[in-house]
């Protein structure tokens, strides 16, 4: 399955409710297993405030899986798709 890394940055209005964000995680989390992904996510310093991942059945599903996230204002993502060392392996043996 794909893999996807997601770099987030707190709104104002996420920062604000900033208790609430375990909450949130877990409702991400939620919303990944019902529809077939897995998801994992860190709180960080420095740029971003958190990063996940998501394993998601197709880049569709990440896209909508994003698109939620921020619908509801809380923060602003970036999503960059992710190749693991094996299959990164078989497309870079493929370059002439």
Known sequence: ??????????TEQG???VKDAPKRAEDARKWAE???SK?????????YDFVSVLEAPDD???????LN???MG???TKTLKAWSSEDA???????Q
């Open 89 to 95: 392996a078989k497309v870079i043996a493929k370059v």
């Open 39 to 47: 998801l994992w996510t860190w709180y960080t310093l420095g740029e």
């Open 74 to 76: 809380n923060a602003r």
């Open 1 to 10: 399955m794909p893999h996807f890394v997601i770099l987030g940055k707190w």
């Open 69 to 71: 996230i921020s619908k």
């Open 60 to 66: 569709e599903t990440a896209f909508e899986f994003a």
């Open 34 to 36: 019902k529809h077939g």
């Open 15 to 17: 920062i604000r409710n």
